[in-house]
């Protein structure tokens, strides 16, 4: 097991207790975030009704045993002053969540200039984990109809045939915990009018309706609500009135989108996300 923190200003490594530098001694935080609710009473009804409910900020205590000179408790310094990276390694599963060291503790000498205890305590604005790396895939790809050998049948094909079609429409699987929202990115290798990408298992849409020029990139950024072009910037007015990007998000489980536009020519179509998780387990 290793836990990393890191930010522009360097990185510190924190380990099991053969570790060679920082030994983690106990860590506190890593389990299901505190629920918040808003709640209704009615008169003359006993309790209350839970009308909604949200995660909210988690909080990341850990302590340790810092072998090293006071070189190493400085450096460690510099990295808490800004916002950071929390990583966790075990096992084959990789976490990442964002934290902020609201209160550092100073660094308490067990053997003088060799060895710190410290203990560190993390607020997590965000209280979800997610994966290290948010992987791209292609939703919008074109298909070879042709086979390429004898053993695929090269020899009877019957003309006139189609040699390439287009798939607009994948099935993406959120393997986390909650809903997460992605980034799209589309390219157009054609002028067109319209692009839509339809979320058909939760029924939401984005649909942007401009003249969209032949090598432009759009950028769909749902989780900050943004809509760029890579020739006139942010076109997020050019969504239609009955747009809700906000709706936009992946479900827990199989998701399947599918992308149209009104041109024939191929668009290189990708999404990306990282799951998010509401807890992990340190072994």
Do not use: W
């Not at 939760?202 to 432009?216: P, R």
């Amino acid at each position: 097991m290793r836990i990393k923190i890191q930010n522009k200003y360097g990185s510190f490594e924190i380990g099991g207790g053969s570790h060679k530098n920082a030994r983690l001694l106990e860590i506190a935080g890593l389990g299901l975030p505190t629920i918040e609710p808003e709640t209704v009473s009615f008169a003359g009804q006993p309790g209350y009704v839970i009308s909604s409910k949200t995660d909210t900020a988690r909080t990341i205590t850990m302590s340790l045993d810092l072998l090293g000179c006071p070189f190493d408790v400085m450096k460690l310094y510099n990295i808490l002053k800004e916002k950071c990276e929390i990583l966790f390694f075990f096992g084959s599963t990789r976490r990442k969540i964002y934290g902020i060291c609201l209160n550092p503790c100073e660094a308490e000498k067990i053997i003088y200039k060799r060895m710190y205890k410290i203990v560190l305590q993390f607020v997590c604005e965000n209280p979800y984990f997610t994966d290290i790396h948010a992987p791209q895939t292609a939703l919008a790809t074109r298909v070879d109809m042709f086979p390429t050998s004898y053993e695929d049948g090269m020899g009877y094909i019957t003309l006139p045939a189609v040699a390439t079609v287009r798939e607009s429409e994948r099935t993406v699987i959120n393997s986390g915990d909650v809903p997460v929202y992605p980034l799209l990115k589309a390219v157009a290798n054609g002028d067109m009018e319209y692009i839509l990408f339809e979320n058909l298992t939760t029924g939401a849409f984005i649909k942007l309706e401009y003249a969209i020029c032949e090598g432009e990139e759009i950028t769909v950024d749902v989780e900050n609500r943004e809509i760029t072009s890579s020739i006139y910037g942010n076109v997020l007015n050019k969504q239609t009135s009955d747009t809700v990007i906000s709706s936009f998000y992946l479900e827990e489980g199989e998701n399947s989108l599918r992308v149209t536009s009104d041109t024939l020519s191929p668009i290189s179509i990708s999404i990306s996300f990282a799951n998010q998780y509401k807890a992990v387990m340190i072994e």
